[in-house]
């Protein structure tokens, strides 16, 4: 198993330092951890507005989104994992060619996986704040135990939704009955102890109060879910034979009103059959985002009534443009080569499919102001979400083309990335306090979404496409 886990850790920065070279790459975890140290001085700063018992819970909630955002590997079981290792020689693909079983196979690169996002996002986090702290007043060992509570937080996102995505690909009313069982059970805390069940996250626990019992608890529960999430994994290769009722032609003509209602169709039509956009829709928006509501409502004494939505609205636009990433990431330029298309046409149609795919986004808000009693802010929520969406769309085109999910470790990428998005997002936060119906002027973003996605397409026509 060692020998198999080293050589994917091989392959995984091969495949990186290739594109970006071996430096860039491997600067991308100093850049957050860069990001963590000079972050780390505004603290004092952020505790007059928001209390550190506060902000340790929203970094913590950051950090379980980042687990759920990257822990659907039990989706890769599916026909999914075809596309995705079937244009590349790839070592988790070796099952077919080597006398491996395919959970061996899948269980390593789960691991290289998680040891992956580990030493690029959570570490370089930790050292960050562990550094600075002493110029800020804090115990050192604040920082150790943050970044203790930090990594469970990370591996329990990523744990349960590993679980929750194996058992899709089993059984989903078996999926649908463990759901409703979780719902319940945390109404059924929330109604006991009259508290926000996320305060009553184990790392969030253990973090205000650690014992050694809180802290087992919480590595038995990761260590479970993930020998059971591996037990459940399915690689669906049974030779059996699907059919399907010709789709392409009835659903271009109903998307004609877009430039490439073919390509558009096909996406659509491809992600839907492999399984891809009810596993994405679930596992990397709705049950992430249904979390963050939970965390972002212990803030509701801080900001106004209307705040938490607004808040939630621009997280929503966040996490909805990486809709873009699920068009993309299976599916790469090689295979339209031998076409009369451009890499332009290509872009636009994966854009079409992404304005599609915008109404899983707009119902989900407009839900959550109905859910939550402000249903007065309803529009300028959903306004928010999508022009913060359709912005970080045109800036993500720009910069990474039809590469998203590999060109975000590029430095130079994520730094633009963050500057162009992060600015917006700050100023439309303090538009949207003052005033929600101010926030409807978020549709201005429109403009530079346009400018950005138009660059793009001539910076992506005048290089040639990567063949990962």
């Not at 290739?18 to 957050?32: N, R």
């Not at 349960?160 to 899709?168: D, E, K, R, T, W």
Request: aromatic residues 14%; glycine residues 6%; charged residues 10%.
């Amino acid at each position: 198993m060692f020998e198999l886990f080293i050589a994917m850790i091989k392959e995984e920065w091969r495949i990186h330092s290739t594109m970006f070279g071996s430096l860039s790459f491997a600067l991308f975890p100093i850049l957050i951890f860069w990001i963590a140290f000079m972050g780390s001085f505004l603290l004092p700063l952020m505790r007059q507005a928001l209390p550190a018992g506060e902000l340790s819970i929203v970094l913590h909630a950051n950090y379980l989104m980042l687990g759920f955002m990257v822990g659907a590997f039990g989706l890769l079981g599916s026909e999914v994992m075809n596309r995705r290792f079937g244009q590349a020689s790839l070592l988790a693909y070796a099952a077919r060619s080597l006398p491996l079983p395919e959970r061996f196979i899948f269980a390593n690169f789960v691991i290289k996986d998680t040891l992956y996002y580990f030493v690029l996002w959570v570490l370089p986090l930790a050292l960050g704040f562990l550094l600075a702290s002493p110029f800020i007043g804090v115990p050192i060992t604040l920082p150790l135990l943050l970044s203790l509570t930090l990594t469970l937080a990370f591996l329990s996102g990523l744990c349960l939704v590993f679980f929750l995505s194996s058992l899709y690909s089993r059984s989903k009313p078996a999926l649908a009955a463990v759901l409703v069982l979780l719902a319940l059970a945390a109404g059924a805390i929330a109604f006991v102890t009259r508290e926000n069940p996320a305060r009553l996250f184990p790392p969030v626990m253990l973090f205000n109060a650690f014992s050694w019992t809180n802290l087992l608890v919480c590595c038995a529960t990761i260590v479970i879910l993930f020998i059971v999430s591996i037990w459940l994994f399915t690689p669906e290769t049974a030779d059996s034979t699907k059919h399907y009722h010709d789709m392409l032609m009835p659903l271009a003509k109903k998307l004609s009103f877009f430039p490439t209602p073919p390509l558009t169709a096909f996406d659509i039509i491809d992600m839907y059959r492999s399984g891809g956009m009810v596993g994405q829709t679930l596992f990397s928006f709705v049950i992430p985002l249904v979390i963050i509501w939970f965390f972002l409502s212990l803030l509701n004494g801080y900001l106004p009534t209307y705040g938490v939505l607004l808040e939630f609205a621009l997280v929503t636009g966040v996490i909805a443009s990486t809709m873009y990433t699920w068009l993309t990431m299976f599916d790469t330029f090689g295979a339209y080569a031998c076409l009369p298309v451009s890499v332009s046409t290509v872009i636009k149609s994966k854009i079409a499919s992404f304005a599609v795919l915008q109404i899983i986004p707009a119902v989900f808000v407009a839900f959550t102001a109905l859910l939550s009693g402000q249903v007065l802010y309803l529009l300028p929520a959903v306004v928010l979400t999508l022009s913060v969406s359709f912005y970080s769309l045109g800036v993500t085109v720009w910069l990474t083309g039809l590469s998203p999910s590999v060109m975000v470790y590029s430095v130079k990428v994520m730094v633009t990335y963050l500057v162009l998005v992060g600015v917006v997002l700050l100023a439309l936060s303090a538009v949207a306090f003052a005033s929600p119906i101010a926030a409807l002027g978020a549709v201005v973003l429109v403009i530079p979404a346009i400018f950005f996605t138009r660059l793009g397409f001539a910076k992506w026509e005048a290089r040639e496409q990567p063949g990962f």
